[in-house]
C-alpha cells in the first residue's frame, strides 16, 4: 500500500507547478474531491422536493452519506496518502466516503450546508479512517470555490490531532485524579465524624443487644420486649452500613459522570457526613432551599464534596468568634441553573485577599492544605457553573455557585 506516489509532472517555472509544489510539501493533507455527481443529485432532489438545496440538506441528514459514497477523488498529496496508509491509485479508484465513517458524517453536513449558504470556508473536527478501518481524530478546513470551477472541486484540508486529543484527555484526567485525591484528603479530615457516626450506632446496637439478652433471661422471657431490641439492634446495623456505604462512595466514585439528582437529597447527604465536624466546631445549619429547585445535572459525589469545602470552611472560620454560629445554606432557580449560596457569620475574607482564596494552596490554616476551594472552583467550572466569593449581608462570607438543572 504506502508506496512512494509518483510526481505528476507539470512544467517548472508555472502556476500549476507551483500550486503542485505547495501541494505536496505541506505537512498538511490535502484531498481534492469531484462535487459533480453530488450536486446534480442534490438538484434533482431539489426539484422533487421544492426546498432549497441547504433547507432540503437540512432536513435529509441521509444525503450526506449517500452524496459522499458517490464523490471521486480527484487528487490527494503524499501526506494524505501517508496519513490514511493508501497509495495514489488505490485512492483515486475510491469513493471519498470510504474514509468518512458515521462519526465523520455531522461534520460533514456542517460543512455542505456552510458551502450551500455562500459561506467562504468551513472548519470542524470529526474522526476519519484509515485504511486499514482504524479512525483517527482530525481537523478539517474547506475552502470553498467562490467562482464555478469544471469540474467542481471541493478541497479538504486535513489535520491529524490525536496528539492534541491525547494531551487534553490527560490534562482530564489529571484533574479527575486531583479532585479524587483532595476528597480522600477531605475524608481524611472528617474522620474523626466518620467514626463517630458508625460508633454512635453500634453503641446502640450493643445496648440494645444486652437489653434483648436480659429479656430472654428472664424466669418468663419476655418476647415483646425482645423482638422490639433485636428489631433496633437490625434499625443499628443498616445505619452503621448505610455511614460505611456513603464514605466509600465517596471516596471510590466521583469520575465526573453526570446525571439527575434531587437537589435537596444531595445537601442532606453532605450535612450527614458533616453533622459530627459541624457539631463539634459549634456551627449550626439554617438550609432554605427553595420548593421548585428540583433535580440538578450533576456527579452527585463532585457536588458534596463542593458542599463538604465551604460547610467546613465555614464551621472553621467561625471558630474564634462568639456563638452563635451560623452557616445559612439557601437555593432557588436562576433560568438553566440553579444558584447556591453558603454563608456563614465569621470574619469574612479580606478584601486584598479577595478570590485569591480559590488558589491553589492559598491557606491560612497552619495545617491547611489550600486544596479545597481550588477543587471547589474545578468541579463547578467542570460543571458549566461558576462560583464567588463575597461578603455576606451579616458580615461573614458568603460563596455563590451555579450548577446546571436537569432540566
Ligand atoms: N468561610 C470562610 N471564611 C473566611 N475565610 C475562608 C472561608 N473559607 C475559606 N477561607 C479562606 O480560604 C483559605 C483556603 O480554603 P481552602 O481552599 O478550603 O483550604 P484550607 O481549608 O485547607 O485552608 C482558608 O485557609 C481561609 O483562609
Ligand atoms: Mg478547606
Given amino acids: ?76 498529496n503524499t501526506r494524505a496518502q501517508v496519513l490514511f496508509g493508501v497509495d495514489r491509485d488505490t485512492a483515486l479508484a475510491t469513493p471519498f466516503g470510504h474514509w468518512c465513517p458515521p462519526q465523520a458524517e455531522a461534520m460533514l453536513l456542517d460543512n455542505l450546508v456552510a458551502y450551500l449558504s455562500g459561506e467562504p470556508g468551513y472548519e470542524g473536527e470529526a474522526l476519519m479512517a484509515r485504511a486499514d478501518g482504524s479512525l483517527f481524530p482530525v481537523h478539517v478546513s474547506t475552502a470553498f470555490p467562490q467562482e464555478p470551477v469544471s469540474p467542481p472541486a471541493g ?38 465524624s466518620i467514626a463517630h457516626e458508625v460508633n454512635q450506632p453500634l453503641t446502640a446496637l450493643v445496648a440494645n443487644g444486652n437489653a434483648a439478652l436480659r429479656w430472654l433471661r428472664r424466669p418468663t422471657p419476655d418476647l415483646q420486649e425482645a423482638i422490639d431490641a433485636i428489631s433496633r439492634i437490625v434499625e443499628d446495623g443498616t445505619r452503621a452500613s448505610e455511614v460505611l456505604a456513603r464514605t466509600r462512595r465517596m471516596a471510590t466514585k466521583g469520575d465526573g459522570d453526570r446525571a439527575p439528582h434531587d437537589f435537596a437529597t444531595i445537601v442532606d447527604e453532605a450535612l450527614a457526613i458533616t453533622r459530627w465536624q459541624l457539631a463539634s466546631l459549634g456551627a449550626e445549619v439554617d438550609l432554605a432551599v427553595a420548593p421548585d429547585v428540583g433535580t440538578i445535572l450533576v456527579d452527585k459525589v463532585q457536588i458534596q464534596q463542593v458542599l463538604i469545602n465551604l460547610l467546613v470552611n465555614a464551621a472553621q472560620a467561625m ?52 486544596m479545597g476551594l481550588s477543587v471547589t472552583r474545578t468541579i463547578v467550572e467542570g460543571h458549566g457553573g461558576s462560583i464567588r466569593a463575597d461578603l455576606a449581608a451579616g458580615g461573614g462570607a458568603s460563596f455563590h455557585f451555579t450548577l446546571p438543572r436537569a432540566d
Avoid at 484531498?31 to 459533480?36: G, M, P, S, Y
Avoid at 426539484?47 to 458517490?70: H, M, W
Avoid at 486535513?158 to 489529571?174: V, Y
Avoid at 451560623?326 to 478570590?355: C, K, M, Y
Fill in 319 to 370: 471558630v474564634g468568634i462568639a456563638a452563635p454560629r451560623r452557616i445559612g445554606i439557601s437555593a432557588h432557580l436562576e433560568g438553566a441553573f440553579v444558584r447556591v449560596q453558603v454563608d456563614d457569620n465569621g470574619p469574612g475574607i479580606p478584601e486584598t485577599v479577595g478570590q485569591q482564596i480559590f488558589n491553589a494552596f492559598y491557606t491560612t490554616k497552619p495545617d491547611g492544605m489550600g
Fill in 1 to 76: 500500500m504506502n508506496s512512494v506516489p509518483e510526481v505528476q509532472e507539470s512544467d517548472p517555472g508555472t502556476q500549476a507547478h507551483r500550486y503542485h509544489r505547495i501541494f505536496e510539501a505541506t505537512v498538511v493533507a490535502f484531498w481534492e474531491i469531484d462535487l459533480a455527481d453530488m450536486q446534480a443529485m442534490l438538484a434533482e432532489r431539489c426539484r422533487e422536493s421544492g426546498l432549497k438545496p441547504a433547507d432540503y440538506v437540512r432536513a435529509n441528514p441521509a444525503f450526506i452519506r449517500q452524496s459522499i459514497d458517490s464523490c471521486r477523488v480527484l487528487d490527494l
Fill in 155 to 192: 478541497t479538504f484540508a486535513i489535520m491529524d490531532i490525536s496528539d492534541r486529543i491525547e494531551r487534553e484527555e490527560a490534562l482530564a484526567r489529571l484533574n479527575t485524579d486531583l479532585i479524587r485525591a483532595a476528597r480522600v484528603a477531605t475524608l481524611g479530615e472528617l474522620a474523626a
